[in-house]
């Protein structure tokens, strides 16, 4: 690559320094992101792009929101980190504002997606054996085709996608999948030692699959019916982007544990939490599970003030309102580059006609247009922007969507 300029050098040198240095774990796209703000990021070279992929969902509040920002810098100059070694004046109200947001009892706090989602197996199986009465070590979880819920060695086990599983076993046994969206197939796979149905209400790294109407009371029904807990994996799904507080409540269904993460830490720090009632969350015990900055206090104030502002609901309806100007500008595009889109509150899966290219194609045409969006399984482009992003920066968007399909 030759440079032109001296920035350019400077863009390039911090890829190449990131493809010599870190892991090719990833394999992002040619963008070098230096500032946000909103719904708004600015490369090294000072152009912006608007981000229409919010860091997967974990910036639902915008790029350094003022509210988030003051939360943490009040609290960072005051106590980081104790440790739950001892109590910390944060997590405390941080749990029971939570908790009262889920309509449940208690939260277990962890720091990323995927620990929660391993907490939550913990949970399940501890609560299978102590509540349920499964017999030691024969505690099974029920999960869906095509789920994502992290990268540890025992998720990736129950993942179906080659890409995520493929030369990292041997994988924990005692997962049981069925079709995503198929509630019968649920009742069928569930006996007398199944402890937990595991979905994702919506599938999000799937390509944002919806399930169809009626999914999700049936799971809850069949649930109930047959002792089994039902744990909604609302990490991506959850806090606003649907248009609702979790996706959940697109069906009135309150699952038994909730869990949650990416918006959760405002997009300033990792926090994810396990959210259910004493009866299930209550089964574990002390020195049975934990983590070093698990409930820490900077993470608490930063996620008290995100559920301060996901209780006004004002998130939840914007999120309602756009997802609703979005899906009609994009449903304009099917058959014109577009072979179909699936809406759910501001969160679109677009899936891309061959004829254009792939999504990764789409996704590079678009950044030299100004916006940034995130290609998943070939053909679909996932759109998730901040729930702050405006009306006119939607169709501003969609616009540009349209004219890269045009070719
Ligand atoms: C992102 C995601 C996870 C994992 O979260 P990490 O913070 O990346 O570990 C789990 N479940 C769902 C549904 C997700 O979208």
Same mark, same amino acid.
């Given at each position: ?48 792009y ?32 104790t ?10 109200p ?6 009262d ?8 706090p ?54 995520a ?16 969206g ?22 999000g ?15 809850r ?8 807990l039902?744990i ?14 979790? +996706? ?5 269904? %309150?699952?038994? *544990?909730?869990?949650? @993460?990416?918006?959760? =830490?405002?997009? &300033?720090? !990792? ?9 299930v ?49 994009? +449903? ?5 580059? %577009?072979?179909? *889109?699936?809406?759910? @509150?501001?969160?679109? =899966?677009?899936? &891309?006609? !061959?004829?254009?290219g ?6 590079e ?29 939607l ?13």
């Amino acid at each position: 690559m030759t440079a032109t300029s001296g920035v350019d050098t400077a863009m390039i040198r911090v890829i190449a320094d990131e493809h010599e240095h870190v892991a090719h774990n990833y394999h992002p796209l040619p963008v070098v992101i230096s500032r946000g703000e909103g719904a708004w990021v600015t490369d090294v070279e000072g152009k912006r792009y608007l981000d229409l992929l919010s860091a997967y969902s974990a910036l639902n509040f915008g790029h350094g929101h003022p509210a988030l920002l003051a939360a943490a810098q009040e609290q960072l100059t005051r106590l980081t980190l104790t440790s739950r070694a001892y109590h910390n004046d944060r997590l405390g109200p941080f749990a029971a504002a939570l908790a009262d947001l889920c309509g449940k009892d208690m939260v277990l706090p962890m720091n990323t997606g995927a620990e929660a989602v391993e907490t939550g197996i913990k949970v399940a199986r501890a609560w299978g054996y102590r509540v349920k009465g499964i017999a030691p070590d024969a505690a099974t979880v029920v999960v869906a085709t095509g789920n994502f819920h992290g990268r540890t060695t025992t998720i990736v086990g129950f993942s179906d996608d080659p890409q995520a599983r493929d030369g990292f076993g041997p994988f924990a046994p005692g997962f049981v999948h069925v079709p995503f969206g198929d509630a019968a197939a649920i009742e069928a796979a569930i006996d007398a030692n199944t402890a937990a149905v595991l979905i994702e209400p919506i599938q999000g790294e799937a390509g944002v699959i919806l399930p169809p109407e009626g999914y999700l009371r049936a799971v809850r029904e069949i649930c109930t019916k047959n002792d089994v807990l039902f744990i909604a994996d609302e990490i991506q799904s959850g806090l606003g982007r649907v248009g609702e507080t979790f +996706a959940c409540d697109r069906e009135g269904v %309150v699952p038994d *544990v909730y869990l949650l @993460g990416k918006a959760l =830490g405002g997009g &300033i720090l !990792p926090l994810s939490a396990v959210v259910a009632d004493e009866a299930v969350l209550g089964v574990i015990r002390p020195g049975e599970h934990g983590s070093t900055f698990g409930g820490n206090p900077l993470a608490c104030a930063v996620g008290l003030r995100v559920v301060e502002m996901l209780r006004t609901g004002e998130f939840q309806t914007r999120a309602k309102a756009l997802g609703e100007h979005l899906e009609a500008r994009l +449903a304009a595009l099917v058959g014109n580059g %577009v072979t179909a *889109v699936r809406v759910a @509150g501001l969160w679109a =899966g677009v899936d &891309i006609d !061959p004829a254009v290219g792939t999504g990764r194609d789409v996704a590079e045409r678009l950044i030299a247009r100004g916006v940034l969006v995130k290609d998943t399984h070939g053909q679909t482009i996932r759109i998730a922007p901040p729930l702050v992003v405006r009306a006119t920066e939607l169709d501003w968007a969609v616009e540009q969507l349209r004219v890269v399909l045009a070719g």
